[in-house]
């Protein structure tokens, strides 16, 4: 038993100029003897526009912790299937084993723990004949990598978001609230 129950994570990396790369996953880490566990198991069927997959490096190589990602969006084309169980996939893995190579993820409980993550992959992607797939690589990577340790350790702590209440505003509602 471990005693990484649930624990949430998320990061944004954005994507270099005149791409629709950004990267935005959420993830949820916990014990597969727990409730994590649990939600995954029963994510292993498919739902219509959100498919489901392991995340493995490459062929044969599943990654461990064993992880489960799925899009945050309705999956539009066979394009778009390919950025995502490609692309996106690879880079995700990655981050996961390189998490564990540094220790953000301790070696020890690979075994006994289950990460759930979810994908914003930009529908733009998937049409855009000038694609960076070196930068949706790269963003991907980074914030999976973020996200985890973001997870792994409680960030942003609850003192560190009273601090920061009047200061950080979400971007979207620039103009619209005043705080």
């Not at 993550?117 to 990598?145: G, Q, S």
């Not at 942003?156 to 609230?177: C, F, Q, S």
């Amino acid at each position: 038993m471990t005693d990484i129950i649930f624990r949430t994570g998320e990061a944004t990396v954005l994507a270099v100029e005149g791409q629709a790369t950004d990267a935005m996953p959420e993830v949820l880490i916990g014990s597969v003897d727990g409730p994590v566990g649990h939600a995954f198991a029963s994510m292993l069927g498919q739902t219509v526009g959100h498919t489901r997959m392991f995340v493995v490096r490459d062929l044969n190589q599943l990654v461990r912790p064993a992880a489960i990602m799925t899009s945050k969006v309705t999956i539009p084309s066979a394009e778009y299937v390919d950025l995502l169980g490609g692309v996106v996939q690879g880079a995700t893995g990655d981050a996961i084993v390189d998490c564990v190579i540094e220790g953000v993820i301790p070696k020890d409980v690979v075994d006994k723990i289950c990460i759930i993550i979810t994908i914003w992959l930009d529908l733009r992607c998937a049409e855009d004949p000038n694609l960076d797939k070196a930068d949706l690589y790269r963003t991907n990577y980074e914030a999976t990598k973020l996200a985890i340790r973001r997870a792994m350790t409680g960030e942003p702590t609850i003192d560190e978001l009273i601090a920061n209440r009047k200061t950080v505003k979400h971007y979207a509602l620039d103009g619209v609230v005043d705080y």
